[in-house]
């Protein structure tokens, strides 16, 4: 069993920027993928970012250039840095742990609302 537990999300103004944090405890896999993902209202959820516990990082087209996904293996982190933040963005954002060895697992978080408005 893997745990999730989200931190950050809020109400930012366009422009602005936040930064969603996801601590993970538990099983932890040696090989493992942590990254981001969210759902708009209406709209199926998507792919942010994601982070390979060997260092690869994944972005959606949509954010490249103002989002950077980030963790910390000793600690089981990832944190996504959101900057130039569009009316877009919103949605609720989820974190993910997908373990890939020697424990194969998928885990999804409680969910972070991220709202962008004036």
């Known amino acids: 069993q893997v745990q999730l537990v989200e931190s950050g999300g809020g109400l930012v103004q366009p422009g602005g920027s936040l930064t969603v944090s996801c601590a993970a405890s538990?099983?932890?896999?040696?090989?493992?993928?942590m990254g981001w993902y969210r759902q708009a209202p209406g709209k199926q959820r998507e792919l942010v970012a994601t982070?390979?516990?060997?260092?690869?990082?994944n972005y959606a087209d949509a954010v490249k250039g103002r989002f950077t996904i980030s963790r910390d293996n000793a600690k089981n982190t990832v944190s996504l840095q959101m900057r130039s933040l569009k009316s877009e963005d919103t949605a609720v954002y989820y974190c993910?742990?997908?373990?890939?060895?020697?424990?194969?697992?998928?885990?999804w978080g409680q969910g972070t609302q991220v709202t962008v408005s004036s």
């Open positions: 993910n742990y997908i373990g890939v060895w020697p424990i194969s697992s998928d885990y």
């Open positions: 538990g099983s932890i896999a040696r090989t493992n993928v």
């Open positions: 982070a390979t516990s060997g260092g690869s990082t």
